[in-house]
């Protein structure tokens, strides 16, 4: 017996994923009907909730437009009793009405405050004005002047003062204003005299210089007593020292004093490097004033 018998007379379930799908339909819709019943009671629920909730939105903003119209009415006062009212239909509205209509309240009361500060500070400064402006030369009492607080202020008449000026002549001339003024010459002479003398203040200036030679072959000394033979007047030079700068370079840092008027760092450096057989380059390491 071939194998290709032996499958022809086996009973084999070639239809098995037809009778699967089957079945799994029939489950699916036995359980579909029941979350379907399930949803649409959600779905109830929520749309019930969405109606309350726009019904509530509604009774809010009633109340809220009956509480505008009542605080822009200039002429009739805040009336607690109906916005509640007003209100009614809403309870839960009732406690956010009575806190904004106390928030109101104190604003009014708080602008009101406000203006009559302004009013006194307006007051105040009128009465200052009506005071500075008052003629300084007047002698005869003039009315009293209301200011809007009610204080009173007196203003003078701004008539003509007659003053007496025949006391300030002197016909005749004074022997003792003459000598007053000679002598005021005099001291004004002499004080002349003693600022002349006296020694003018000369600025001087500390300056610390940087020299370069060309490499570590060149004379140091002779540098040095090529520097030290720049001289001028003005220009006194001080201590020096050796400075290593690498491979073997050192430099010359040499430090003077100067006479600010006199020499300058231009002059010295020019003067320096005119010794081109020693000196590289001249820098101002520091610069002080003495």
Not at 26 to 31: A, D, R
Not at 93 to 101: A, F, K, P
Not at 234 to 247: D, R
Request: glycine share 4%.
């Amino acid at each position: 017996m071939t194998s290709v018998d032996f499958l022809a007379k086996e009973k084999i379930w070639f239809d098995k994923p037809r009778y699967d799908e089957a079945e799994r339909r029939f489950y699916e819709q036995k359980n579909g009907g029941a979350a379907q019943t399930t949803q649409d009671v959600g779905a109830n629920a929520i749309l019930q909730d969405i109606a309350r909730a726009r019904e509530n939105i509604q009774k809010s903003l009633a109340g809220l437009k009956t509480t505008l119209c009542s605080r822009g009415s200039a002429q009739s006062p805040l009336n607690h009793q109906s916005l509640l009212n007003a209100a009614s239909n809403n309870p839960a509205d009732q406690g956010e009405l009575i806190s904004r209509i106390k928030s109101l309240e104190l604003e009014n009361r708080s602008l009101h405050k406000v203006v009559d500060d302004l009013r006194a500070a307006l007051s105040r400064l009128e009465c200052r004005v009506a005071v500075l402006e008052k003629p300084p030369a007047s002698v005869t009492a003039a009315p009293l002047r209301t200011c809007t607080n009610g204080s009173a202020v007196q203003q003078k008449n701004s008539g003509p003062v007659k003053e007496d000026d025949d006391d300030d002549i002197d016909l005749f001339g004074s022997d003792e204003d003459e000598e007053a003024d000679k002598l005021k010459e005099q001291r004004l002479k002499e004080y002349a005299e003693k600022k002349a003398k006296k020694p003018a203040l000369i600025a001087k200036s500390s300056i610390l210089l940087d020299v370069k030679p060309w490499d570590d072959e060149t004379d140091m000394a002779k540098l040095e007593e090529c520097v030290r033979s720049v001289q001028a007047d003005g220009l006194l030079w001080g201590a020096s020292k050796l400075v290593p700068v690498g491979y073997g370079i050192k430099k010359l840092q040499i430090s003077c004093v100067v006479e600010d008027d006199k020499v300058g760092t231009d002059l010295l450096e020019e003067e320096i490097t005119k010794f081109e057989d020693f000196v590289q380059s001249v820098d101002v390491a520091a610069f002080n004033k003495i």
